[in-house]
């Protein structure tokens, strides 16, 4: 059972639009969200994230918005920059009440910014 | 600053023959650590975390193991490798009561 979901595989802007990447989560007990961006070959690098208290999180070009009824989230990007091209992940953790805390990731999407 | 380091960065390795890789980190204290592994065409799965010295948690069934012999040292290990073991292994780390794990460089690991 997939617990987070990253629908689209891949998608394509033009280079100064927005990019918006979309993530939907099954798991009613997650309560973090994390976005972690991937070139080929390297480690995920962490981008941006939100806790369950917030519905929006901003971080210079990066935005993520938290829609809890819906269970979903999205991470917007604006303006897009061909940097930007990379697998994008989605992942999700809830509070085991431990001091272990294990990510659940989407299956990714490959994000082109065509210059 | 806390860095990540994973070693060796690639590997070919024949079906039958041992493995190791290994993981350090540095500028930190009792950090959790984890392996993953990306396969192709799907997202990173979890295959072990350790929140101490010793301390291992398995994810999924396997032919893997993992070792903490340091507070800052995380070792994934196999005795027979098996062509299924392909894949993209990445070290990570976290801080104790904080969510947001940091990976480092990974190990393209091809079992021939």
């Known amino acids: 059972d997939q617990q987070v979901k990253q629908n689209s595989p891949s998608l394509s802007v033009q280079e100064g639009r927005i990019s918006i990447l979309n993530c939907d989560y099954t798991?009613?007990?997650?309560?973090?969200f994390l976005w972690y961006k991937k070139y080929p070959a390297e480690g995920p690098t962490f981008l941006i994230s939100?806790?369950?208290?917030?519905d929006k999180n901003e971080d210079g070009r990066f935005t993520v918005f938290l829609n809890k009824s819906a269970k979903h989230l999205s991470l917007h990007i604006v303006p897009s920059q061909p940097g930007d091209s990379a697998v994008y992940f989605c992942?999700?953790?809830?509070?085991?009440?431990?001091?272990?805390?294990?990510?659940?990731f989407g299956k990714g999407t490959l994000l082109t910014v065509n210059p | 600053s806390q860095t990540i380091h994973q070693w060796p960065a690639t590997l070919v390795q024949p079906v039958g023959s041992p493995l190791s890789l290994e993981c350090t980190v540095e500028g930190t204290s009792n950090p959790n650590l984890y392996w993953y592994r990306q396969a192709a065409g799907r997202g990173l799965q979890l295959l072990f975390y350790?929140?101490?010295?010793?301390?291992i948690s398995s994810e999924v069934p396997q032919n893997l193991s993992a070792s903490r012999p340091q507070d800052r040292q995380f070792i994934l290990s196999s005795k027979k490798l098996l062509l299924s073991d392909s894949g993209f292994y990445l070290c990570?780390?976290?801080?104790?009561?904080?969510?947001?794990?940091?990976f480092g460089e990974g190990s393209w690991l091809t079992v021939v």
């Open positions: 990570a780390w976290s801080r104790t009561g904080v969510g947001t794990i940091y």
């Open positions: 992942a999700a953790s809830s509070n085991s009440g431990g001091s272990n805390y294990k990510l659940t």
């Open positions: 939100i806790s369950s208290i917030k």
């Open positions: 350790s929140v101490g010295i010793g301390q």
């Open positions: 798991n009613s007990m997650f309560d973090y």
